[in-house]
C-alpha cells in the first residue's frame, strides 16, 4: 500500500494562486499513476489533475486547463498542483490519490478515480 499526505491548502482571494503538495510513502515502487481530485459538499468528487509517472503523461478536467499544473518531484516521492487564476469555484477540499501498481494511467482516471487516497487539504477561494 501506499501513504499520501497532502498540503499547501489555505484561503486567498480569487485571481491568487496556491500549489498543493503531496508526499507518498510505503510502497511507493513501482511508481504509480497520481493525480488530483476535488469534491465540495453535496457534489461528485471532480478529477482535476492526473499524472504518468516520469511526466510521461498529463490530464486535466476541462474546468482547470491552462491554470493548473501537476508535476512530480519523483526523488522526493512528491507531486505537486499549482493553481493560478483560482476562482471561487475553484473552492473544495483537494484530494492526492494514487493507482494500484501496474494500474493504467490515462484521462479516464480523471473519471474513474484511483486506489489510494489521501485525507485531503481544504481550498477557499474569496470573491
Known amino acids: 500500500a501506499v501513504q499520501l499526505v497532502e498540503s499547501g491548502g489555505g484561503s486567498v482571494q480569487a485571481g491568487g494562486s496556491l500549489r498543493l503538495s503531496c508526499v507518498a510513502s510505503?510502497?511507493?515502487?513501482?511508481?504509480?499513476?497520481m493525480g488530483w481530485f476535488r469534491q465540495t459538499p453535496g457534489k461528485e468528487r471532480e478529477g482535476v489533475a492526473v499524472?504518468?509517472?516520469?511526466?510521461?503523461?498529463?490530464y486535466y478536467a476541462d474546468s482547470v486547463k491552462g491554470r493548473f499544473t501537476i508535476s512530480q518531484d519523483n526523488a522526493q516521492n512528491t507531486v505537486y498542483l499549482q493553481m493560478n487564476s483560482l476562482s471561487p469555484e475553484d473552492t473544495a477540499m483537494y484530494y492526492c490519490?494514487?493507482?494500484?501498481?501496474?494500474?493504467?494511467?490515462?484521462?479516464?482516471?480523471?473519471?474513474?478515480?484511483?486506489?489510494?487516497w489521501g485525507k485531503g487539504t481544504l481550498v477557499t477561494i474569496s470573491s
Open positions: 510505503g510502497n511507493t515502487y513501482p511508481r504509480r499513476c
Open positions: 490519490a494514487a493507482a494500484a501498481v501496474g494500474g493504467y494511467c490515462s484521462a479516464s482516471r480523471l473519471r474513474n478515480g484511483m486506489d489510494y
Open positions: 499524472i504518468a509517472f516520469g511526466g510521461t503523461g498529463t
